[in-house]
């Protein structure tokens, strides 16, 4: 059972959870080795060791490093036994991959040059006994095909980072070449014909399933998720501590400032080249998009019932949008405060030494007059 990584979701605190749910399962599935991702590496190297430990995750990775002690983060490969045969798997990322933790601006691991890693680790796999070489290759298939042709030795490549399955056999030079795509849509089967004497790959057969409607869900695992699904609902409600969404109306609903956009184009267009509309990039680039103080004043309505999300389509209202400043959308125009409220809205944000220090109403609302 392999897997050439990109195990770990996108750098939130939710996905950040959900990816300790997939560990969980995934431990249960039996895999005898899994490739580093760089979607491995989105939690910081902490989260990574403690998954591989508490849920005895097989990764390996033979190129990527620790920049702060220079040592390699993983096992360089792994030694498995199946069939009298003995396999060596080992891992590359690819280098010109961006490697981003949650909440830090440089990269915790160097990784290094694939070609030279495999062209010295090889002949050592072969002397420590090794007599069938994998590769997980987390290049994407293209990128891939083009490194197996630089190094030799290898004699099944599974690439990572793919977005399409192979349906049949490919060979490049000496090596077999599979991949079962991403996000779980895909699953593989290698059939191998294997010499007996040297442990050589002599003739293969791939089959590749698409994980679609035609599959029965397993009842079991739907329980599961179903609650985990509550108890991520918990953790993301949580999360927020005192900055819970209580004010406002389940009656009223924010509707974005595309819908104001129909009737005050120029208005849109003046917020469109303001600050206020990259307030939450402004978040995520500082790694602070999961913070609740922050998010109170970066996006539209998060204290209020029906405003900002992380979930869709209340994400839908990230920055500060007209909404953030005038109110509720289907609120407009009943008794003429929309404009009152908005004047007085700048200090919520503006209030204090620490978020914003300079404020002064004047000369801010010449940055965003309308």
């Known amino acids: ?193 294997f010499e007996k004497s040297t442990g050589k790959l002599k003739a293969f057969e791939v089959d590749i399933t698409k994980l679609d409607e035609k599959f029965i869900e397993e009842a079991t695992m739907l329980a599961r998720i179903e609650d985990f699904k509550v108890h991520l609902e918990e953790v993301r409600l949580n999360a927020r501590g005192i900055y819970k969404p209580t004010k406002g109306s389940d009656k009223e609903q924010f509707l974005t400032s595309r819908e104001c956009r129909k009737c005050h184009r120029s208005t849109w267009d003046t917020l469109m080249q303001s600050a206020h509309n990259s307030a939450y990039t402004t978040l995520s680039r500082k790694g602070q998009a999961d913070e609740p103080e922050c998010l109170s004043c970066h996006t539209t309505g998060y204290l209020y019932k029906g405003g900002y999300d992380e979930k869709p389509p209340a994400n839908r209202l990230a920055h500060v949008q007209c909404e953030a400043c005038h109110g509720y959308g289907t609120m407009h125009s009943r008794d003429g405060s929309m404009l009152e409220r908005a004047r007085k809205s700048c200090v919520v944000c503006h209030n204090n030494e620490d978020c914003s220090p300079d404020f002064d109403y004047d000369v801010y609302w010449e940055k965003i007059k309308h």
């Open 1 to 193: 059972m392999l897997d050439a990584g990109g195990l770990f979701g996108k750098r939130t605190l939710m996905e950040k959870e959900q990816s300790r749910f997939l560990c969980e399962v995934t431990s249960e599935f039996g895999y005898d080795a899994i490739g580093l991702g760089d979607e491995d590496l989105n939690y910081g190297i902490d989260f990574l060791r403690e998954a591989i430990a508490e849920y005895s995750l097989p990764f390996t990775s033979a190129n990527v490093f620790e920049t702060a002690t220079g040592e390699l983060l993983l096992p360089e490969y792994l030694k498995i036994k199946r069939g009298g045969i003995t396999f060596g798997i080992c891992s590359v990322l690819d280098p010109d991959l961006p490697i981003t933790t949650m909440g830090k601006t440089e990269s915790p691991v160097e990784v290094r040059d694939p070609i030279a890693t495999l062209r010295e680790l090889i002949p050592r796999m072969r002397d420590d006994g090794i007599e069938s070489i994998i590769l997980f290759c987390h290049m994407g298939d293209k990128k891939t095909e083009a490194f197996l042709n630089q190094v030799a030795g290898v004699d099944i490549c599974l690439a990572g980072n793919s977005r399409r399955p192979y349906s049949s056999e490919r060979v490049v030079g000496k090596t077999c070449l599979i991949s079962g795509s991403f996000e779980g849509r895909y699953m593989g089967q290698l059939k191998g014909d």
